[in-house]
């Protein structure tokens, strides 16, 4: 797993907060939880023991799996970023060829670890976004999803 994650600056600074958060003051908590049931006894059949020890277990992983993605981030600057043809972090303007009303739709391409559909951000590792990667405007697209089969037209590239 040494393969380089490519984030934004923003990115990059909320999973090093995360981190930060998580080993400073959740940590700290899940060991007073740990604490605090250990107090009550018996830890054989002490089921709060075992639910903050599980919690424990879980947080561990969790700065484990940032530090490691932190420590394989290249952070990208959006002022480098071509736009003569679909890369990761550039924005895509697409006309839906499967509706009849030209509806467009924007999606911008980020790691995994940015993806947010909620936003308009998917991963280049989606199939949207391995269909999309190295096409350039006026290009048309064949995508292959769970549900079927999507088609678009890219209208525009830039970066926001």
């Known amino acids: 797993m040494s393969d380089r994650i490519y984030l ?28 605090e049931a250990r107090a009550h006894g ?12 599980e ?21 990208l600057d959006p002022k480098q970023i071509r736009t003569d043809r679909v890369y990761i972090l550039t924005s895509v303007k697409l006309r839906n060829l499967d509706e009849t009303d030209d ?11 940015e993806a947010d559909t909620d936003q308009g951000k998917i991963s280049v590792r989606s199939p949207v976004g391995k269909a999309l990667i190295g096409k350039a405007v006026g290009e ?7 549900k079927g089969e999507l088609h678009y037209e890219i209208l525009e590239i830039f970066v926001k």
């Open 8 to 35: 934004t600056k923003q990115g990059y600074n909320r999973m090093r907060d995360e981190l930060n958060l998580l080993k400073t003051v959740v940590r700290k908590e899940v060991l007073e939880k740990i604490a």
């Open 42 to 53: 018996d830890l054989s059949e002490n089921a709060e023991y075992e639910a903050a020890r």
């Open 55 to 75: 919690q424990q277990a879980q947080m561990e992983s969790k700065i484990v799996d940032l530090e490691n993605k932190l420590t394989r981030a290249s952070i």
């Open 103 to 113: 509806e467009i739709i924007e999606y911008t391409l980020v790691s995994s670890e």
């Open 140 to 146: 048309k697209v064949q995508i292959h999803v769970p």
